[in-house]
């Protein structure tokens, strides 16, 4: 493991170089902030630059290079980082905050997306049409979108880096990836890897830094043809507005308020595990986190005191701990930003039923803890309950009906992920087809996705456009419709 003082370099056309500016970053641990893990460059517009540089002069021969090839390096890369899973897996879970059972799972998950994009090279890459001149050999084929800017979030500093640059290399384009200033250890060990697979000088490069620095110039440099985003609302449609403006691509994931609706037929004890889990894994700290509790009718009380029985019972504490079930938050804006939002609750009129504080003493005075807080009576039109927390917080709201649970999981900005616990199989297909979220669970918390397929949101959730399996290819590739005909004479 990194010590203090180590410090770490950009990633620029293969080779390990310092930033411009001498400036640089410590890497803290949220759990114990005495603890700094090595110290990361703040990158300049020069940086930036010679890096977009690199990876335009590597694009023509990584374009090139035949799916098998391409396909090889990730699967090598797939393979190594499986091999380091435990030591990545604990680097994340020292700066980040979250369990070590979390963090080795996630560096997994980034070893399957991988191997899932290994193949991808090997798959069928456009259609042929019949052509109204039978001499005509009429076909399309997707080619790279080019030169992408990849900004990425520090909650899952592992899988989102992996699945938007496994995609973005399996198509053939060439990356500037932009890592969150809370997370850089993690992103450096993932280059790390993936250059060890064998990758060309130039297709992946990295810049460590401040989005306001390096992420706006991805997204202003007419050399970079797309951005994909994954972070807030306010900074993703600013930089949307930005990036198409000048005719560039843009991919960006944003965030959700996510409802879990628990029907007057469902089993409490399954619907009071999807929401702690949902709420409380990653000290709540994921897009798709459960952040409502919608309950029906008779069971309210019943799911609600079960739910805070369970939320004290749970064990807080360091993530490197393997006893506990939630770490602290990332940083102290987070705790903060969380903090505000508990009071925000209690003004407005929701009832703490537990939790709602910093937790202090010997365990947690050098971290960034907050208790498992759960609001009761919480009303559908309080801010808690429309704006995203991001945190180990969870409101229960009292509904007559499914329908009007329905329609109150729908009256929110956000629509990234919502659930349904129920034994009512038609109650499920109506939920189905009523909620608006690109991702549906029935019996399933709302939180966690496969790899292989598509990952995003509705409404303010996403820019319509989705992540992950077979889908990431609409946005990383371009069509081009070829009319082979055979020369006259």
């Not at 990425?152 to 496994?166: E, G, H, Q, R, V």
């Not at 989005?211 to 991805?218: A, D, F, T």
């Not at 559908?380 to 309950?385: K, L």
């Not at 429309?386 to 409101?395: L, M």
Request: net charge negative.
């Amino acid at each position: 493991m990194a010590t203090a003082e180590r410090t770490y370099q950009n990633f620029i056309n293969g080779k390990w170089v310092d930033a411009s500016a001498a400036e640089r970053r410590p890497d803290q641990n949220p759990a114990d902030t005495r603890e700094v893990l090595g110290e990361f460059p703040r990158s300049t517009v020069e940086d930036v630059r010679s890096a977009i540089d690199a990876a335009v002069a590597a694009l023509p021969e990584w374009r090139r290079t035949s799916g098998p090839q391409r396909s090889a390096i990730l699967h090598k890369a797939a393979n190594l980082l499986e091999q380091r899973a435990s030591e990545v897996g604990e680097a994340l879970t020292l700066e980040e905050g979250k369990t070590i059972a979390e963090g080795v799972g996630e560096v997994m998950r980034g070893v399957a997306i991988l191997r899932y994009y290994a193949g991808e090279p090997l798959r069928p890459f456009g259609e042929n049409y019949q052509a109204t001149n039978p001499t005509t050999f009429l076909y399309t084929e997707q080619v790279p979108l080019g030169v992408v800017g990849v900004i990425t979030p520090w909650n899952f500093p592992a899988a989102i880096p992996i699945w938007k640059l496994a995609p973005c290399l399996a198509y053939g384009n060439v990356a500037v990836f932009k890592p969150a200033e809370l997370t850089p250890l993690t992103a450096h060990l993932i280059v790390e890897t993936l250059a060890e697979a064998g990758l060309p000088d130039g297709v992946l490069n990295m810049v460590q830094g401040p989005g306001s620095v390096v992420g706006n110039e991805l997204a202003t440099n007419p050399k970079v043809n797309g951005v994909t985003f994954t972070g807030s609302a306010e900074v993703g449609k600013q930089l949307y507005r930005v990036a198409t403006d000048r005719g560039a691509r843009v991919q960006l994931e944003l965030g959700g308020k996510n409802p879990l609706i628990v029907a007057d037929d469902a089993s409490v004890d399954q619907a009071v595990e999807l929401a702690i889990s949902g709420a409380m894994r990653s000290t709540g700290q994921k897009c798709t986190a459960t952040s409502r509790a919608i309950v029906v009718g008779r069971i309210a009380d019943q799911f609600t005191d079960a739910l805070v029985d369970r939320a004290k019972a749970l064990k807080v504490g360091p993530g490197i701990d393997k006893e506990n079930y939630m770490g602290p938050l990332v940083s102290e804006d987070a705790r903060n930003r969380v903090l505000e939002y508990i009071d925000i609750g209690k003004r407005e009129g929701a009832t703490v039923r537990t939790g709602g504080e910093q937790l202090s003493g010997s365990d947690y005075d050098h971290g960034y803890f907050v208790a498992p807080t759960i609001f009761d009576n919480m009303k559908p039109e309080m801010r808690i309950a429309q704006e995203e927390i991001f945190g180990p917080v969870i409101g229960v709201i009292r509904v007559d009906s499914i329908e009007d649970a329905i329609k109150i999981a729908n009256k929110v900005d956000y629509g990234l992920s919502a659930s349904l616990a129920t034994r009512d199989i038609g109650r499920a297909f109506e939920f189905i087809r009523q909620i608006e979220a690109g991702i549906v669970h029935v019996n399933s918390e709302t939180a966690g996705a496969e790899p292989h397929v598509p990952f995003g949101g509705m409404k303010d959730s996403s820019s319509y456009s989705r992540e992950q399996g077979r889908a990431a290819m609409e946005f990383f590739t371009q069509t081009k419709t070829v009319y082979l005909d055979m020369p006259s004479g």
